[in-house]
């Protein structure tokens, strides 16, 4: 499916709203179109997440909650928050994307090779994960490809499950600047 570059800004208050309620805001950039992405935390076991998103076409800054989120009583939330919010970390990688069909579903594979930082500082750290996405079919089949993936050699590198996300290591990196 080919490769993009995606630069994403992470926002949460200065006392950590959002983290509180186990959610993430962001904001990304792909290839000239601005989306805006809201996360619920979910449920995340071997690496498996299972969470509640939204995700839509966006004005840089306008973070419009309300035209987003159809949780009425959570995008009022949101709006409230609204002006509290601040960017507090980044992301920015290249993805590499393939569908593949394994035990009769269809999988997004996605490899993305970049960075994780804050703005302002020199704290970074590098970002390689491996991401598979259900996009019909049977959950099994995601576990038994990732177990496939997991059993084959990959020289150098090892895959491992992880139910980090790439907010949690981002706000991680970000408690370390304050």
């Not at 809201?38 to 449920?43: E, I, L, M, N, P």
């Not at 995700?55 to 995008?75: H, K, N």
């Not at 993936?149 to 990959?154: D, G, H, I, S, V």
């Amino acid at each position: 499916m080919g490769t993009q570059r995606l630069l994403n800004t992470y926002f949460d208050t200065p006392d950590l709203a959002l983290q509180q309620r186990r959610m993430a805001v962001r904001e990304r950039l792909a290839g000239d179109q601005w989306l805006l992405t809201v996360k619920t935390a979910g449920q995340s076991q071997n690496g498996l997440s299972r969470r509640q998103e939204w995700e839509g076409p966006t004005t840089p800054c306008a973070l419009q909650f309300d035209t987003l989120v159809d949780d009425a009583e959570l995008a009022t939330d949101l709006m409230a928050l609204r002006p509290a919010l601040r960017a507090l970390f980044c992301t920015d990688f290249e993805r590499q994307r393939w569908v593949v069909t394994h035990a009769d579903a269809q999988i997004e594979v996605a490899l993305d090779q970049g960075r994780i930082h804050v703005p302002d500082t020199d704290l970074s750290e590098p970002l390689l994960e491996l991401e598979l996405e259900l996009l019909s079919g049977p959950e099994s089949a995601l576990m038994a490809l990732a177990d496939v993936l997991r059993q084959t050699p990959q020289g150098a590198v090892t895959l491992t499950p992880s139910d980090a996300s790439k907010a949690q290591r981002g706000m991680a990196l970000w408690q370390r600047s304050h």
